[in-house]
Nanobody
Framework: QAQLVESGGGLVQAGGSLRLSCAAS????????MGWFRQAPGKEREFVAA?????DYADSVAGRFTISRDDAKNTVYLQMNSLKPEDTAVYYC?????????????????WGQGTQVTVSS
């Protein structure tokens, strides 16, 4: 059974930074598209970023967040800078094998349990 395990969440002040990690038991890892989604209290889960050979970002995080992957470590990262209170959410890592419509949750086959990010004002 494939597993995705997120880490790195926590409490940070507005303007601060956090780096999320997602370790995956998928093989071969480099065959998978990796994405990050988030769900704020009372809201639908939404796309944040995805990475294949290129990276794609939601407009709300572009220029502040950076997604990257280390295929040798089976890990994907989300570097989050200039955090805002509206970035507060549970962040989920996801993996899939299709390379289109990466902003859609239905394109992903595996999901992590999520890690809480809280940004105080």
């Amino acid at each position: 059974q494939a597993q995705l395990v997120e880490s790195g969440g926590g409490l940070v002040q507005a303007g601060g930074s956090l780096r999320l990690s997602c370790a995956a038991s998928l093989r071969p890892f480099n065959h998978y598209v990796m994405g990050w989604f988030r769900q704020a209290p009372g809201k639908e889960r939404e796309f944040v970023a995805a990475i294949t050979n290129n990276a794609d970002y939601a407009d709300s995080v572009a220029g502040r967040f950076t997604i990257s992957r280390d295929d040798a470590k089976n890990t994907v990262y989300l570097q989050m800078n200039s955090l805002k209170p509206e970035d507060t959410a549970v962040y989920y890592c996801a993996a899939g094998q299709t390379t289109v419509y990466l902003r859609m949750q239905s394109q992903y086959d595996y999901w992590g349990q999520g890690t809480q990010v809280t940004v105080s004002s």
